[in-house]
């Protein structure tokens, strides 16, 4: 069963149930823009792996993305439920109950997915001729990330082709994403990661071309990224996520000057359940409240205090001599290690104006493993 | 919404969608059994944050345990909704909201909860009053973990005779948990710990008796240390979670030879999505399928292959040489690197005896932050 809402609209944000995620959606809002007014020329599909949230889906696509991202086939099986025409599952498909689950889906949106072997690409399209609906299909390479796709070069062409032929699937690309590149502490390393990416990106573009075979686009990207891709002239769609809500990792990405920056917009409000020494206080949010994969959650606004260390539901923050004492019942505001695992953890996404509630947003692919 | 379960009562295990939360109902059947029968002439409350999962709670009851343990108010919640009778939520509970619902709870159970303040007592007394219930409390005493907890001796006798007195409170004795002490791998260090825990614990429990307040309950104990609390003459109610299910983390904790080994039963079964080159395969189990906080995954019953790094949707095997290799579409068995946040991550236990799943249990308090 769903939890609860932690609050209702209107209420007071001094009244929302801790722990709670919650959203602050004057700097949300402008994330959003600032995306959205920062590619033009250019596709923007944000991946909604990072809010799992057709609300904000939508919202996003209202300011001009062409649709959005995710990874697992329920997750956009969600997306459609929340009324979203046109997703990419940017990942690859292959259980058979899967497959089947993807093509019926395309009943009721443009949905795409990534290939990187020609038995998955058969049986996709198999799965599409039965179910009376065509899969766009992107051909995945590896340009660093060494998880899923084929090298660049002669194997994309190869599956391109067959792609191209297949009943049921339209080509329509190439999946080119460096995840590790996102989190390259320096702004160097991420446009050097990202300039190789690309010659490997337009080298099997072009051979793809050179074979017949119109390759659409190049999608890719990440909030680490994106604006590397964005001016590379070979990236046409643009997959940041991030970018909306921000958290811990990001933020210890070194930007140049000249780079724009998003504001953190989603926290953690928690409780403090116990204050009994100086230097200490406990509260109700810990390894089921935050993804601890990129650390410890960072305290906000309030200085000379810091998340020490985590057990499942306590966390204990370590106080300064001079920092503003906590008492039981205060609240803290803490901003996540990772969005992404830990937006999963959480039913609802409260959003906050001018000290109220303003929106319960249902997290309605939380969960979405399959 | 929850996810729907990713298989049917009577599928075969080939048939479950993955990744899933997987339960061998032999082992755990052994555990559960193991712990019920170790525990003679004391009472056994195991703890419930580790499944959260009602049917495990009423199976823990009928093998004699006289009821269960949970962290959060909305768990308990949950464990009354599933027809759990008896639940000591063993943290401190200090909103104003969390407290009339946990008074509300005890028209329909019997609920304990933890106190380390004198004005959270007032609170509690004045919320059980109003909704006419009875409410069991427990002073909850430092014995070394160091969240929580008032300190033992003088200040813990100050805050049971406030309790004694209060309306709508029954005095039932003292918490005294060391969580730190249950990951220790040296089992001399666990049992050094306990020792020194159990001084305290004795002592304020004996100061409280001398102040003609009856401590009923001396209530604590975990995975890593029940035996040590058992044996000790101190503790007559032992807390342990993990032992049904066990997890990567308390494997690493050394046992001494005469010691009892509760098997690994819980699993997550995760499907390769793409296996391109020798020596390395991608699952689709990542950040969002296992908690990360006590280290990453074990790849169970196939040598020479060890899960190497996860981002949100994807798990990266490395295989050595002489490893059995892996094609698109084989399953893998993996062991959470730890139970209690992994489990969190899930709608549902698929259980399975003899090649088939047997039941399939919801994870009624997933998501009970608050």
């Known amino acids: 069963m769903p939890q609860l809402p932690p609050a209702r609209v209107g209420d007071p944000v001094a009244a929302i149930d801790t722990p709670a995620l919650v959203l602050d959606l004057d700097a949300f809002g402008r994330n959003l823009e600032r995306m959205a007014n920062s590619t033009p020329g250019i596709r923007l599909r944000p991946h909604g792996k990072a809010h799992k949230c057709p609300d904000i889906a939508l919202m996003q696509i209202t300011a001009g993305a062409v649709g959005v991202c995710c990874q697992k086939t329920d997750e956009a099986a969600a997306f459609v439920d929340g009324g979203v025409a046109d997703i990419l599952v940017t990942n690859e498909v292959v259980s058979p109950a899967k497959i089947a689950r993807l093509a019926d889906l395309a009943h009721r949106a443009t949905i ?22 065509t899969l766009d299909a992107y051909v995945e390479i590896d340009v660093g990330a060494h998880r899923c796709g084929v090298l660049p070069g002669a194997p994309a062409v190869e599956l ?13 690309g190439l999946h080119a994403y460096h995840g590790g590149a ?8 991420r446009a050097a990661a990202i300039a190789e990416a690309g010659v490997l990106a337009r080298d099997t573009r072009e051979m793809i071309d050179d074979a017949g075979i119109h390759c659409a686009i190049v999608t890719g990207g990440g909030t680490g990224t994106w604006r590397h891709e964005r001016d590379s002239g070979i990236w046409n769609e643009l997959q940041p996520g991030s970018y909306v809500f921000m958290d811990a990792d990001y933020q210890r990405n070194t930007l140049t000057p000249d780079e724009m920056r998003f504001e953190q917009s989603l926290f953690v409000l928690a409780g403090v359940m116990s204050a009994l020494h100086g230097g200490h206080a406990v509260v109700d949010a810990g390894l089921k409240a935050f ?5 410890l959650p960072l305290v906000h606004n309030r200085g000379g205090t810091h998340y020490a260390k985590a057990s499942d539901e ?13 008492a039981r019942n205060d609240r803290v505001w803490l901003v996540p290690g990772h969005c992404d695992p830990t937006v999963n953890l959480y039913d609802w996404i409260v959003g906050f104006r001018a000290g109220r509630v303003e929106c319960l947003w249902s997290v309605a692919a939380r969960g979405a493993l399959g």
């Open 112 to 133: 795409g997915v990534l290939v990187d072997d020609a038995a998955n690409v058969l049986a996709l399209s198999d799965a599409a001729t039965r179910a009376g609906v």
């Open 314 to 326: 306590h966390g204990v923050l370590e106080l300064t001599a001079d920092a503003a004492p906590l």
């Open 291 to 295: 993804a601890f994969d990129s650390g």
């Open 182 to 189: 996102q989190h390259l502490r320096d702004p160097e390393a």
């Open 160 to 172: 391109a082709r067959l792609v191209a032929v297949a009943e049921g699937l339209r080509f329509r």
